[in-house]
Nanobody, 124 residues
Framework: QVQLVESGGGLVQPGGSLRLSCAAS????????IGWFRQAPGKEREGVSC???????YYAASVKGRFTISRDNTKNTVYLQMNSLKPEDTSVYYC??????????????????WGRGTQVTVSS
């Protein structure tokens, strides 16, 4: 069965850290560019970070310097390390496979296969 499964979300205090995982089954993740997105209630789904299959990485301005995306091809998993978390980072976080032309990593419409998401709540 082909699927992406996110995990690692939870409740954390402001300034804390979490590491999200995006595990693939049924296909090889290292053949794909993978993006992380998030969606808060009442808001559009927004791009957070992307790891190209060739190795380049990209970040939204709001998370640059705090979040780090990485891949472990031996585990068929992409990670999102999130440090210095803020209440505004509270969202459901999704990973997805990129199907676009290479210049629009932040556009959710360019992704064709999604996981179900994991909730991240940053609150004291």
């Amino acid at each position: 069965q082909v699927q992406l499964v996110e995990s690692g979300g939870g409740l954390v205090q402001p300034g804390g850290s979490l590491r999200l995982s995006c595990a693939a089954s049924g296909f090889t993740l290292d053949d794909y560019t993978i993006g992380w997105f998030r969606q808060a209630p009442g808001k559009e789904r927004e791009g957070v970070s992307c790891a190209e299959s060739k190795g380049s990485t990209y970040y939204a301005a709001s998370v640059k310097g705090r979040f780090t995306i990485s891949r472990d091809n031996t585990k068929n998993t992409v990670y999102l390390q999130m440090n210095s978390l803020k209440p505004e980072d509270t969202s459901v976080y999704y990973c997805a496979t990129y199907a676009g032309s290479g210049s629009t990593w932040y556009d959710r419409h360019e992704y064709d296969f999604w996981g179900r998401g994991t909730q991240v709540t940053v609150s004291s």
